[in-house]
């Protein structure tokens, strides 16, 4: 019996599992509840991480990591490039359809098995024996990969809408790649210092933030609905554009959907965070639906009503902020100090989703280090006994974040490549995990016990999530325009492969040998 093994035995004995549902026994912050202990118990993990988060701040923490109607205004000039209005509204529309059959289907997984790794632990569970390793062992790493950018995209994003805010309320203000650079690194390390030394008081602040994110958005609605110059609805609805030369509306309305995918991506958070969630098997899906329900809502009425006010679409490419959104908000109230005002809440959300995002792929990190996935894997498994964290993934995510910035030193659509990455490589994770659980329906075989069921209904909604994602992965990879030169291309497909490649020869010469697999730690008489 390894090390690990013996770990999760001891865990077993110092917890004094209970092997049934009587949810009567001692709940407290480091051990969860009888259910939560089971759980770790049956899939052989030891808890060391506190089990802070209920359900009001896990919707809390997945609501802000969404944040779907500011991520649809800080990402607007993708879709409005390629797509124009009509493209945002309705390519929207179908993500958020899509992602709700998507993250239903893991929620019933997450339930079965709330554990932070996730995807490549639901693929090492319900995969065919004989695949079992190989596709856990990838899905891990595509996992890192998302997660990674995930957090690197939404702190450049923040970044560029600051640039964005002193441009509003400084004309002179001349746009350098390098501040925008270096203002991704001071993100990045704002959110390791919350992680850090505030990370007992987490599910405080986003229950907080989350009061913010609501109150928020309603504020500026009511504030566009009510000054903003309302356009023509049939226009609004059925105006497309081609910006990036494609020829085709369809195409280059489908090459923009990005800029609708990534607002929705990201709904896996609580998974990731499960160990840290007190009655896991039943409060994660809760926590997963009610997100992407309430954040699609919210998104699809403040893209429809930024799309209704805009104005002319040209003009609100072309502003010297370079953000589209603010462009609205001082074209609807004629104040650089309401436009700022409106702005502040925007940048100020996509501070705290970065906040969320770090916090969740150093989770999904560790997960996968605990089962000896990557290298240096005892560095990155390491929980701070003071802070209770895992710091090291922290670090870790804090350092690719500036690494990554500095991509947009030397292209102007690095969120396009940075927001790609992230997205291809979170979507492929869902489809692949997915599969495995309607493979095993398809079979006949048993599935885990769980709190939350999806029944005679769990193949249907498997399949079209599939079909969706496979879908939206094969176009997450265009350029924004068809003849691009070096410094527009879309350069995610290149770090996709180069990823796999990677993690492919890693798995070859050193990986296969101390990688078993989450598998390989559950106990088959739970």
């Known amino acids: 019996m390894d090390e690990q093994k013996k770990e999760a035995s001891v865990n077993a004995e110092t917890y004094d599992v209970d092997l049934g549902e009587d949810e009567s026994d001692v709940v407290s912050v480091k051990k969860g509840t009888s259910a939560d202990r089971h759980a770790m118990w049956r899939m052989g993990k030891v808890q060391e991480l506190r089990r802070n988060f209920r359900f009001v701040s896990m919707y809390g923490f997945t609501m802000v990591l969404m944040g779907a109607w500011e991520w649809v205004l800080g990402t607007s000039a993708i879709g409005l490039i390629d797509g124009g209005t009509a493209g945002l509204i309705w390519t929207f529309l179908f993500v958020w359809i899509g992602l709700t059959f998507v993250y239903t289907s893991m929620a019933e997984m997450g339930s079965m098995a709330p554990t932070s790794g996730g995807q ?70 704002m959110n390791v210092v919350f992680n850090v030394f505030l990370a007992k ?17 309603f504020a500026v609605l009511t ?24 020829g085709n509306m369809g195409v280059a309305t489908l090459v923009g959907m990005i800029g609708s995918t990534m607002p929705i991506l990201g709904g ?31 998104g699809w009425i403040m893209i429809i009503t930024f799309c209704m006010v805009i104005g002319s679409v040209d003009d609100a490419l072309a502003s010297p902020t370079r953000q589209p959104y603010l462009y609205v908000f001082y074209n609807s109230t004629k ?6 005002a409106m702005g502040f809440v925007v940048i100020f959300m996509f501070l705290f989703c970065n906040v ?45 974040s500036c690494l990554l910035s500095l991509i947009n030193l030397g292209s102007p659509v690095a969120l396009n490549s940075i927001g790609s990455l992230g997205s ?6 869902y489809s692949v995990s997915i599969s495995c659980i309607a493979y ?17 209904w769990g193949l249907p909604i498997n399949i079209i999530s599939i079909a969706f994602l496979f879908f939206v992965f094969f176009w997450s990879f265009f350029p924004p325009v068809v003849m691009p030169t070096p410094d527009l291309m879309n350069w995610s497909c290149l770090m996709f492969g180069s990823t796999v490649i990677f993690s492919s020869g890693f798995y070859v010469f050193k990986g296969r040998h101390i990688y078993d697999g989450p598998v390989a730690y559950v106990r088959k008489s739970a």
């Open 268 to 298: 896996d958070a609580a998974v990731h965070m499960s160990e840290e969630l007190r009655d896991a098997s039943k409060t994660l899906p809760r926590a997963m639906i009610w997100t992407i329900l309430t954040n699609g809502a919210m």
């Open 424 to 429: 291809a490589a979170n979507l492929i994770s």
């Open 440 to 456: 095993k329906r398809i079979r006949g075989e048993p599935l885990l016990p769980s709190k939350f069921k999806l029944g005679r």
């Open 356 to 400: 969320t995002t770090t916090a969740t792929s150093s989770r999904q990190l560790f997960a996968f280090a605990r089962d000896k996935g990557i290298p240096f894997h005892q560095v990155f498994a390491k929980i701070s006994p003071r802070y209770d964290v895992p710091l090291n993934a922290l670090w870790f995510s804090f350092t690719i």
């Open 335 to 340: 104040s650089t100090g309401g436009a700022t």
């Open 223 to 246: 504030v566009l609905w009510v000054s903003g110059p309302v356009g023509n609805t049939h226009e609004t609805f059925t105006t497309f554009n081609d910006g990036g030369g494609w």
């Open 120 to 189: 490549y632990h639901w693929v090492s569970e319900f995969a065919p024996a004989k695949y079992q390793k190989v596709l856990s062992y990838m899905i891990g790493w595509l996992c890192i990969l998302g997660w990674q950018t995930g957090a690197a995209v939404s702190a450049f994003i923040a970044a560029v809408q600051i640039q964005g805010l002193i441009a509003l309320n400084n004309p002179n203000y001349t746009f350098e790649a390098w501040h925008g650079t270096l203002l991704t690194v001071a993100v990045s390390a």
């Open 201 to 217: 008081k987490l599910p405080l602040i986003e229950s907080l933030v989350l009061v913010v994110h609501i109150f928020g958005f």
